[in-house]
């Protein structure tokens, strides 16, 4: 039963504009790796529901930030490591939830 958190549209995704194209084996290969592949196997077919993309914009941002403090904070291998990760975890949610917002205005 859908709630406020998961509902989405009734209607069809929308085709997404080139910016959204571009993006997709990025949102695609971060949704995978988070363990969370839509059963259609690519967000161009499913939509991104409200919680998924509030989550991820969120993480663009925690993880942007993180990954900065990591990487100007020590120099030391572990907090390159720790930086680079926190990084690639910011620009696959921000991928998402880009997305997810192109979805909702196509």
Do not use: E, H
């Not at 990025?26 to 993309?53: E, H, I, K, N, Y």
């Not at 993880?63 to 990591?70: C, H, Q």
């Not at 390159?80 to 690639?88: C, F, P, R």
Request: with cysteine; aromatic share 4%; proline share 9%.
């Amino acid at each position: 039963m859908p709630n406020r958190f998961t509902a989405v549209p009734s209607r069809p995704v929308p085709p997404l504009p080139a910016a959204g194209r571009a993006l997709l084996p990025l949102a695609d290969g971060f949704m995978l790796v988070m363990l969370s592949r839509p059963q259609s196997g690519s967000l161009r077919d499913t939509w991104v529901t409200p919680a998924t993309l509030w989550m991820c914009a969120a993480l663009a941002v925690v993880g942007a930030a993180a990954g900065a403090l990591a990487l100007t904070a020590g120099g030391t291998t572990p907090w390159l490591i720790a930086g680079i990760v926190a990084i690639a975890l910011a620009a696959g949610g921000a991928a998402v939830a880009t997305v997810g917002a192109m979805q909702r205005r196509a």
